[in-house]
């Protein structure tokens, strides 16, 4: 069964530097996602990608974030100066039609540790 | 073993009971909704949807009810088993973008 898949699995990194956490949707899907879970909470939606535009943001997603596709299989998500607080897992998740009766197939994730 | 009123954050159940996952949603214009499992490291696991024009759906062991009166979803396990043990999250479909998720319930169960 094709899945997404996300690298690296785990990242550490320093405050400050900037980080690109990468994910490959499953091929024939269309829509793609970013959402963040902090460490025993619930899991946030940060941002939703369609036709190489994002289509909604959450306040979370600040000008410190960005979201590329560079090519017809990477979705990529970029952190430009990190902070202590975007410690996290990150998920990436792709749908594959416009209806909202088709669920996102989530990856297993990026665990991002801030120093 | 039930997870009673809303939502409890943890249920306990004895290897072959049933299990039964409350969640309550917050927007009563949300049409979809997903129950997911997560397992220790891993992401959110697809179980099984409803849209918002049915009141119950049946997959393998598992069954979906939604009463839109109350805003209330329930998920039941039939025959639990110990590969059932995970983190369960309720999802409901906001405007087609995102997916809104509730505070999840880790499932543990006994043997």
């Known amino acids: 069964e094709p899945e997404v898949t996300q690298t690296p699995s785990h990242q550490v990194t320093q405050m400050g530097q900037e980080v690109i956490l990468r994910c490959v949707p499953i091929?024939?899907?269309?829509?793609f996602y970013w959402y963040r879970q902090i460490l025993g909470q619930k899991v946030e939606f940060l941002v939703s990608?369609?036709?190489?535009?994002?289509?909604?943001k959450s306040e979370i997603f600040d000008d410190q974030f960005s979201v590329e596709r560079p090519d017809g299989s990477n979705f990529t998500l970029k952190i430009r100066s990190t902070k202590l607080e975007d410690s996290a897992m990150y998920f990436c998740?792709?749908?594959?039609?416009?209806?909202?009766?088709?669920?996102?197939?989530f990856g297993d994730g990026t665990r991002l540790s801030i120093l | 073993g039930e997870s009673v009123g809303l939502h409890l954050p943890t249920l306990s159940v004895q290897e072959g009971d049933n299990s039964i996952i409350n969640c309550a949603y917050s927007?009563?214009?949300?049409?979809?909704f997903i129950w997911y499992k997560q397992e220790s490291g891993k992401g959110p696991q697809f179980i099984i949807d409803?849209?918002?024009?049915?009141d119950k759906r049946q997959g393998q062991r598992v069954t979906v009810l939604l009463n839109k009166t109350v805003k209330h979803l329930s998920l039941q396990i039939a025959a639990t088993q110990p590969g059932d043990s995970a983190v369960y999250f309720c999802?409901?479909?906001?405007?087609?973008?995102?997916?809104?998720f509730g505070a999840g319930t880790t499932v543990t169960v006994r043997a």
């Open positions: 990608f369609y036709n190489n535009e994002i289509s909604e």
């Open positions: 927007n009563s214009a949300s049409d979809y």
């Open positions: 999802a409901e479909n906001i405007n087609d973008y995102k997916l809104s």
């Open positions: 091929s024939n899907h269309l829509y």
């Open positions: 998740a792709s749908r594959k039609g416009a209806q909202g009766n088709q669920p996102q197939h």
């Open positions: 409803i849209r918002s024009n049915m």
